[in-house]
């Protein structure tokens, strides 16, 4: 495991849980708006978290910590994940995923071992500007829906969220409801931008959003001061 990164106490990263956060290094993906910046290439330095040390950390805060949550970067590139999670719950910890779903097979093997608890996948964009958001080319956006069903039919806890940053539209939220058929369990996340008109301008636009789910979902609004 590449680990850039760990939070020993969250109270807001797994639903009401408290919870410590391991950031993975490496993402497939190079979002404009990412705020993990540091995160997205390997980097082997002497300040780099030994699992050891995470397991060690835990060990001693049985009790107190409820569930660990995997984020990123991009989890599922890590080659050792699905060893460091089944240790994770033997040692009975809730474990939360955060994904951007371009790796579907480690998903399925994930769940079919009953190695998760909750999963949170990003949807980035409509497929026609997934690779526009993404910055990334040759993305097989059909492993994308892949991962969304696999989620949709898994069973657990999960929630889908997209980042309303500067290159979306408000009428582009929409659009991904129907690209993936999302039903239900879906967060507007808003964007840590420093693009103050585009900040104002996607305010504006949370009503006609709402508007919208109102008549056709469950959905909620995370970081914008609304419901």
């Known amino acids: 495991m590449n680990i850039g990164g760990f939070v020993k106490t969250s109270f807001v990263d797994y639903p009401g849980k408290i919870a410590s956060v391991v950031f993975t290094q490496g993402c497939n993906c190079r979002c404009g708006y990412c705020h993990n910046v540091g995160l997205l290439e390997i980097k082997k330095t002497s300040n780099s978290i030994r699992t050891?040390?995470?397991?060690?950390?835990?060990?001693?805060?049985?009790?107190?910590?409820?569930?660990?949550?995997?984020?990123?970067?991009?989890?599922?590139?890590?080659?050792?994940?699905?060893?460091?999670?089944?240790?994770?719950?033997?040692?009975?910890?809730?474990?939360?995923?955060?994904?951007?779903?371009?790796?579907?097979?480690?998903?399925?093997?994930?769940?079919?071992?009953?190695?998760?608890?909750?999963?949170?996948?990003?949807?980035?964009?409509?497929?026609?500007?997934?690779?526009?958001?993404?910055?990334?080319?040759?993305?097989?956006?059909?492993?994308?829906?892949?991962?969304?069903?696999?989620?949709?039919?898994?069973?657990?806890?999960?929630?889908?969220?997209?980042?309303?940053?500067?290159?979306?539209?408000?009428d582009d939220i929409p659009s991904i409801i129907l690209d993936f058929e999302i039903a239900s369990n879906y967060v507007v996340q808003n964007c840590k931008s420093t693009d103050l008109k585009k900040v104002s301008g996607s305010k504006q636009d949370l009503q006609r959003i709402s508007q919208w789910f109102d008549k056709n979902l469950s959905f909620s609004f995370r970081g914008f001061g609304v419901r």
């Open 52 to 170: 050891e040390e995470i397991f060690e950390f835990l060990a001693k805060r049985k009790g107190m910590i409820d569930a660990i949550v995997i984020s990123g970067g991009e989890p599922t590139l890590q080659n050792h994940l699905h060893i460091f999670i089944k240790e994770l719950k033997e040692m009975r910890f809730l474990v939360k995923l955060d994904t951007n779903g371009t790796n579907p097979e480690s998903l399925r093997a994930l769940i079919d071992d009953q190695l998760l608890d909750f999963i949170a996948m990003d949807l980035k964009a409509p497929l026609s500007k997934y690779e526009q958001i993404t910055r990334t080319s040759g993305l097989e956006l059909s492993t994308i829906q892949e991962s969304v069903e696999v989620i949709k039919t898994s069973g657990l806890a999960h929630e889908f969220r997209t980042t309303l940053c500067p290159e979306l539209e408000a």
